[in-house]
Every structure is written in C-alpha cells, then in structure tokens.
C-alpha cells in the first residue's frame, strides 16, 4: 500500500514564505515516476500545482510559475513544493499526489493546510 505523508503546512503572511513536504512509504519511492502537488482551495476544484516526473522534468501552473518550485530527493523518498511570495490566492489544502507512469498519477496523501494572511 502506498502511503504519502505531508508537512509543513501552516499560517504565513502574504509575501511570504513556505516548504512543504512529502515523504512516500520507501517500498514504492522507486518504482514511482511522477510526484506532483495539487491544492483545492474552499468551494473551488482541486488543480494541480506542481508536477515533477523520474527524470526531472517539471510543469506548473500558470499562477504559481516563478514562485514555486518543486523538487524530489530519491534518497530521501521526499517530495517538496518551495512556496515564496504568497498570497491569499494560495490558500488551500495542498495534497501530494504520485504515480507509477509518466505524468500521471494514482495516489494521494491527506493533505496539509495553507493559509495566507492577507
């Protein structure tokens, strides 16, 4: 069973700044090509934010390109979405998300709350 963990939600003020984490259950990390981020904000769809695929390549969402940036550590089986210049547009629970094939995904983690202060 695949089991997805994130952190590092919380309250910040617009402007600035947060981490968050995933850490998937190390029997299935290396079998999993794609790890992404989606959020769904109160009364709003879920989107996704950030996605990233074994070998690097990433894709963001219009609003979040040039503020947020996702990365993996394979030897960590961790995911993360730097978050910077935020605003209350952002506030949402964040879900990790992974997938076994190329830009897809088939797993989600309970999600972690962000909200930004305006």
């Known amino acids: 069973q695949v089991q997805l963990v994130e952190s590092g939600g919380g309250l910040v003020q617009a402007g600035g700044s947060l981490r968050l984490s995933c850490a998937a259950s190390?029997?299935?990390?290396?079998?999993?090509?794609?790890m992404a981020w989606y959020r769904q904000a109160p009364g709003k769809q879920r989107e996704l934010v950030a996605i990233?695929?074994?070998?690097?390549?990433?894709n963001y969402a219009d609003s979040v390109k040039g503020r947020f940036t996702i990365s993996r550590v394979n030897t960590k089986n961790t995911v993360y979405l730097q978050m910077n210049s935020l605003n209350s547009d952002d506030t949402a629970v964040y879900y990790c998300?992974?997938?076994?094939?190329?830009?897809?995904?088939?797993?989600w983690g309970q999600g972690t709350q962000v909200t930004v202060s305006s």
């Open positions: 998300a992974a997938g076994r094939g190329r830009w897809e995904v088939d797993y």
């Open positions: 190390l029997s299935i990390f290396s079998s999993i090509n794609t």
């Open positions: 990233i695929i074994s070998g690097g390549s990433t």
